[in-house]
């Protein structure tokens, strides 16, 4: 098994395998996305900060949208990703930088808006970074962030008890797998307001979602002890033999979350 979405603590160094991942997500929700900068009103002039930017893709089309008054910056933690960011491409009123979205280096009151998409679910500590990045809000400013529920995975085709095994066990796998339904406790706690939470189900067909999250989730169900891997190969031939008769479904529940300060 591959580990293109395994963003356990061992596979969290493999940025090949991250970039892989964040790409591919990148396609499957580039509509999406912007009307994410439309709900944080992102508009000419604006200064803009993406916490977790990985590959830089969401700084440069914010880039382009403020236009030369306004600046788009990418932080992350992980230097290859930033460094994969910078090779493809750095817009004159862009930049990028690594460092910890629990300890952001700037001044207060730095951005119009901050982004945090699949970030908290992350880090080790989801409520420091929430802080930091209240702290580096003007007046008015707006904070989006976006993060899964992991333990909403439903999956249709496998055997249930194995099912109930491998999504426990790639929840407890990652920093926060109950990231999403989290947001409001984080946001109130740094002290937003106007707080907005809306879920909603992203459902992917069985390519996409062995590649991008079943498979990771097999992974860890197996490190931990939860299954064997006899179990594990049944469950995925079940899944096989689910797609192969059209009858086959996957998906997960994702909060969006936008606040001011």
């Not at 939860?226 to 033999?241: K, T």
């Amino acid at each position: 098994m591959s580990d293109v979405t395994d963003f356990s603590a061992g596979a969290a160094s493999d940025a090949a395998a991250q970039i892989r991942y964040l790409d591919g997500v990148a396609q499957l929700g580039a509509q999406a996305k912007d009307a994410t900068f439309v709900m944080q009103g992102i508009e000419t002039n604006a200064r803009v900060l993406d916490c977790g930017c990985g590959v830089g893709d969401d700084v440069r089309a914010i880039a382009a949208r403020v236009g030369a008054g306004g600046e788009a910056v990418g932080i992350d933690a992980n230097g290859e990703l930033i460094a994969a960011a910078i090779g493809r491409g750095v817009p004159a009123n862009a930049r990028f930088l690594t460092g910890s979205a629990e300890e952001l280096p700037f001044p207060d009151r730095s951005f119009d808006a901050v982004r945090a998409e699949r970030l908290l679910q992350h880090l080790v500590d989801p409520q420091r970074a929430t802080n930091e990045m209240h702290r580096v809000l003007r007046p008015g400013g707006s904070l989006l962030a976006i993060d899964q529920d992991w333990q909403s995975i439903v999956v249709a085709g496998g055997n249930r008890n194995s099912t109930r095994k491998i999504v426990d066990a790639f929840v407890d796998s990652l920093a926060d797998g109950w990231a999403g339904r989290r947001h409001r406790e984080h946001f109130v706690a740094a002290g937003f307001t106007q707080i907005e939470s809306r879920p909603f189900v992203t459902s992917l067909s069985f390519v996409h979602a062995y590649a991008f999250v079943l498979e990771s989730a097999v992974a860890a169900a197996i490190r931990s002890g939860a299954l064997q891997q006899e179990e594990a190969d049944a469950w995925v031939r079940g899944l096989l033999a689910a797609d192969a008769r059209g009858t086959f479904f996957y998906g997960v529940t994702v909060f969006l979350t936008i606040a001011m300060r």
